[in-house]
């Protein structure tokens, strides 16, 4: 049987199938602890390790060295662990976090988070630098970049970032973005509702997500400052997915993990459908189909895979046939 990616996605880069949740984790007690909750609850999230805001002043260096170690340690024990590296303007930092990733700990980071540009102009030089360094530790494989799309100038540029080489994320950065308003956006506009509510928000929000889309990249969205509130991070999480179409969601507290995985999971009906649709397209070698009245072909089984697949990295069951059928 053709297995749906060489069926459906002859010569084309199928869509990024990742978590919904993206866990940030600054020093290495919060990395051990994430790297807990991974094992507990299974591979159902990412941890984001923060080069950027978890480095302390002068330990730089150390700090990108111990994060290597945690790459490589048996704790990283599903292999769902990204970087975020120091932003553009610390020239030095973020080439030396970089090449301590790259060289330490390639073949197993997860993907390489790019905060705060400015323009497509400086995503492009760090996106070549990571190449460059990769090429030279003699990588074989492409590391996943995630931009986070937070000031005027990423904003402007954002239908160009998402067209660079190597991206596979999109992230929204709520916090900076209001911030860089200086006062003509109220800081409470941080929170719900007013993050959901005002018009430059909505349009950047709406703006991320098309970009990310058209390109064939996840957007994210950002994180919900009510920390232990599991309902309102739910709740922020189902108006992201649902009304402004992301697909992923920042984590800055345990609490939140849940409540954005439960929010962004597919509907079980509708994941019992696709692989019932699925099942009979690859026994009909992927030929038009009728299930239920309704004409299935391959620009239907396209939208059927992608949802399968998020379901699983959502923890949802999938039944055994399916299971053996597409991810054995």
């Known amino acids: 049987m053709i297995h749906p990616n060489e069926a459906l996605f002859p010569g084309e880069k199928p869509f990024p199938v990742i978590p919904s949740c993206e866990h940030f984790a600054g020093n290495e007690k919060m990395i051990r602890k994430a790297f807990g909750f991974q094992k507990e609850k299974g591979p159902i999230f990412d941890i984001t390790m923060d080069c950027e805001d978890g480095a302390p002043k002068g330990q730089e260096k150390e700090h990108a060295e111990m994060i290597v170690r945690l790459l490589n340690s048996p ?58 360094t990769a090429d030279k530790a003699g990588l074989k494989r492409e590391i996943p970049i995630h931009c986070l799309i937070e000031t005027h100038g990423a904003l402007r540029d954002v239908e160009k970032i998402a067209q660079l080489p190597w991206m596979q994320v999109l992230d929204f950065g709520l916090m900076d973005f209001i911030s860089g308003h200086f006062g003509a956006i ?4 941080m929170k719900s509702p007013g993050q959901f509510e005002h018009e430059l928000i909505r349009r950047a929000k709406a703006n991320v997500v098309a970009a990310a889309l058209a390109n064939g990249l996840v957007p994210a969205h950002n994180v919900t400052l009510d920390l232990k509130n599991y309902e309102q991070t739910k709740k922020d999480a189902e108006i992201a997915r649902y009304r402004f179409g992301f697909l992923r969601m920042w984590s800055i507290y345990p609490t939140q993990i849940d409540a954005i995985v439960e929010a962004m999971k597919p509907d079980l009906s509708e994941v019992d459908k696709a692989v019932n649709i699925l099942i009979a397209a690859q026994d009909a070698n992927w030929g038009p189909i009728q299930y239920e009245g309704e004409l299935h072909d391959r620009a239907t089984y396209r939208g059927f895979w992608t949802l399968v697949q998020r379901a699983k990295v959502s923890g949802i069951s999938l039944p055994q046939e399916a299971i053996k059928r597409w991810f054995s």
Do not use: C
């Open 75 to 132: 704790e990283n024990e599903f292999k769902m662990a990204g970087v975020r590296i120091h932003d553009y303007t610390h020239t030095q930092y973020w080439k030396q976090d970089a090449e301590i990733v790259i060289k330490g700990a390639g073949d197993v980071v997860t993907y390489i988070t790019i905060p705060k540009p400015t323009s497509v102009d400086q995503v492009r030089e760090m996106i070549e630098f990571i190449q460059e």
């Open 186 to 189: 109220p800081l409470s506009n």
